[in-house]
């Protein structure tokens, strides 16, 4: 009997393994452009949308009059101390494709069915490229749903462009930390083209289209990456030590010795309602 249990178990196993063993041989790295390894940000850019502007009105983003003057509210909060439209400073994760400005690094792994990019500073990303068709639903998330496929360009039989569209994306998102914002309906398509550079096989590059209803046409921008051969991989986690609070719309610093303090002159306190009153 032990020995029929044994043999039972061990089927299944040898049948997995075997599916793996011909998943790995069908796979031909070959036929791929060399992803692999960590990539940053090309030195001295910093954490704009558009690295060839810099932040906020520079980025020269092409909002309806209603979405510019949500972005004009940001950076008028933000220049009297607040926090304005950026989500992340309330530990909202870096959604799509903000994440793409890749504020510390991102490692790329191909697979057959899949391509994952993964952060120091976000969940991983996952790029299907099975073939499937977009489903009759999606559940709404951060990094949205992204299908993609592989393209050969050129006619050599290898591939050298991933082309990518994502749906399905939930807020608050913006596009920067300047509060740079997306229309509230989250319906925003992101469509990219993720390459090498033909004459640098460590420079990597996305165009990424997005079209959304806060713009008054797609906005495209170009995203350049250095892949860094001798990385010192970075760990970021927001909730460790971020001492922006959030209370009642409005957003409050925790000082070093664990004291609520306004974020800029004139905020008033946050409703104390819930609390008994104290003696002076």
């Keep these: 009997m032990a020995f029929s249990a044994s043999l039972r178990l061990a089927v299944p196993a040898a049948v997995l393994f075997a599916a793996i063993a011909t998943n790995a041989r069908a796979f031909d790295e070959s036929k791929y452009p060399d992803f692999a390894g960590v990539w940053r940000k090309p030195i001295g850019i910093g954490n704009q949308w558009d690295q060839t502007k810099p932040l906020g009105r520079a980025q020269e983003p092409p909002l309806t009059p209603e979405y510019q003057a949500i972005f004009e509210a940001s950076l008028a909060d933000q220049k009297a ?41 976000s969940m991983p990303r996952r790029i299907l490229t099975d073939g499937r068709d977009w489903p009759q639903e999606i559940e709404p998330t951060f990094l949205g749903l992204s299908i993609g496929r592989w393209i050969d360009t050129d006619g050599d039989g290898r591939y050298d462009v991933l082309e990518i569209e994502t749906r399905g994306l939930k807020g608050p998102r913006t596009y920067e930390g300047t509060g740079l914002p997306f229309h509230a309906d989250n319906q925003t398509v992101v469509k990219e083209r993720l390459f090498l550079d033909n004459g640098n096989p460590d420079a ?41 609070v959030l ?3 409005q957003d ?11 974020s800029k002159k004139g905020q008033p306190p946050p409703d104390l309602r819930y609390f008994g009153t104290t003696g002076k």
Excluded at 105 to 110: A, K, L, Q, S, T
Excluded at 252 to 262: C, N, V
Aim: hydrophobic share 35%; with cysteine.
């Design 252 to 262: 409050y610093f925790l000082s070093g010795d664990d004291t609520l303090m306004p």
């Design 81 to 121: 101390g607040g926090q304005g439209n950026d989500a992340p400073s309330r530990c909202v994760p870096f959604a799509m494709p903000r994440v793409m400005t890749v504020v510390f690094d991102m490692e790329i792994v191909v697979t057959p069915a899949a391509t994952y990019m993964l952060f120091a500073h």
């Design 247 to 249: 209370i009642g719309g």
């Design 204 to 244: 990597l590059r996305d165009e990424i289209t997005v079209f959304d209803h806060a713009l008054t046409r797609p906005w495209t921008v170009t995203k350049r990456y250095r892949r860094d051969r001798n990385p010192v991989r970075l760990e970021y986690n927001c909730s460790e030590d971020n001492h922006h």
